[in-house]
Nanobody, 124 residues
């Protein structure tokens, strides 16, 4: 299985970025897909998750109110739209997969497969 994140980069405070997670090598619509991030000196933080068939979304921690997760099972992709970005959103962002037999979770230990991450930097 493979997960590849893209869409990271530099953005000014208040700006937006749209991250994508492209999946291959497994049956995509059998998996919950979550987004996480790790800021410098901090633990990895769960942000959002989308379930496989009903596309039910869950938001955790800092993602509530500013981030939107969505999936396209036909394209094997999950996106994370991030708005009103702040300098404290600077981090490496990761997507991860968890089998549909389990529910979405904010805990990174619940996910078996991970991408390598994409850097997001928010600064003026």
């Amino acid at each position: 299985s493979q997960l590849v994140e893209s869409g990271g980069g530099w953005v000014q405070p208040g700006g937006s970025l749209r991250l994508s997670c492209a999946a291959s090598g497994f049956t995509f619509d059998n998996y919950n897909i979550g987004w996480f991030r790790r800021a410098p000196g901090k633990e990895r933080e769960g942000l959002a998750c989308v379930s496989p068939s009903t596309a039910t979304t869950y938001y955790y921690n800092s993602a509530k109110g500013r981030f939107t997760i969505s999936r396209d099972n036909a394209k094997n992709t999950v996106t994370l739209q991030m708005n009103s970005l702040k300098p404290e959103d600077t981090a490496v962002y990761y997507c991860a997969a968890r089998f549909r037999g389990y529910s979405c979770s904010a805990a990174d230990s619940a996910y078996a497969d991970w991408g390598r991450g994409t850097q997001v930097t928010v600064s003026s």
